[in-house]
T-cell receptor
Framework: NAGVTQTPKFQVLKTGQSMTLQCAQD?????MSWYRQDPGMGLRLIHY???????DQGEVPNGYNVSRSTTEDFPLRLLSAAPSQTSVYFC????????????FGDGTRLSIL | AQRVTQPEKLLSVFKGAPVELKCNYS??????LFWYVQYSRQRLQLLLR??SRESIKGFTADLNKGETSFHLKKPFAQEEDSAMYYC????????????FGKGNQVVVIP
């Protein structure tokens, strides 16, 4: 099993551009989440999903959209990139709750110019 | 408001010395509590959870409800313990979200 796979690993965008960060898991996990990691801020929850077709906002959802059309995939969309969205983005999945161990991807390092 | 605090950003210890990472939380209920670790060039992963009451890689963490703390301890630090450590409470308030502290960077000096 590959676990949680994130693509791309690195990306540079110009302000105003849009893009989608991909996340896929092959463990048949119900829960999936997106976090951003900033220096001195730790990990902050952006959006999460408790199953296919169900998503909800986390702590810092503004400027991001998500969808969960399948159990395996949970893409994160930046609608109009801003420099404040420069960060490292992590996708995570867990079996059926946040109480279960979270399995993280390698992260996507995103720079917005 | 719900909050998790890890007061020390960087902790440098000598090999063989004890290490303690502090985690305090503010929450009216009783959260589930976890420690996650990220070693250099590896993925963030679960280290231990308080409900398991087990020792992982020599680390233990005791929940002190009176002090609302969940400090992580190891009596003798090893070089391979150098990593970033995150305290992560799970707020059981209906939203049931996992929160992460700002993290502690631990450097073990040979």
């Amino acid at each position: 099993n590959a676990g949680v796979t994130q693509t791309p690993k690195f990306q540079v965008l110009k302000t105003g551009q849009s893009m989608t960060l991909q996340c896929a898991q092959d463990m048949n996990h119900e829960y999936m989440s997106w976090y951003r990691q900033d220096p001195g801020m730790g990990l902050r929850l952006i959006h999460y999903s408790v199953g296919a077709g169900i998503t909800d906002q986390g702590e810092v959802p503004n400027g991001y959209n998500v969808s969960r059309s399948t159990t395996e995939d949970f893409p994160l969309r930046l609608l109009s990139a801003a420099p404040s969205q420069t960060s490292v983005y992590f996708c995570a999945s867990s079996q059926d709750s946040f109480n279960q161990p979270q399995h993280f991807g390698d992260g996507t390092r995103l720079s917005i110019l | 408001a719900q909050r998790v605090t890890q007061p020390e950003k960087l902790l440098s210890v000598f090999k063989g010395a004890p290490v303690e990472l502090k985690c305090n939380y503010s929450y009216s209920g009783s959260p589930e509590l976890f420690w996650y670790v990220q070693y250099s060039r590896q993925r963030l992963q679960l280290l231990l959870r308080h409900i398991s009451r087990e020792s992982i890689k020599g680390f233990t963490a005791d929940l002190n409800k009176g002090e609302t703390s969940f400090h992580l301890k190891k009596p003798f630090a090893q070089e391979e313990d150098s990593a970033m450590y995150y305290c992560a409470p799970l707020w059981l308030d209906g939203n049931n979200r996992l929160a992460f502290g700002k993290g502690n960077q631990v450097v073990v000096i040979p």
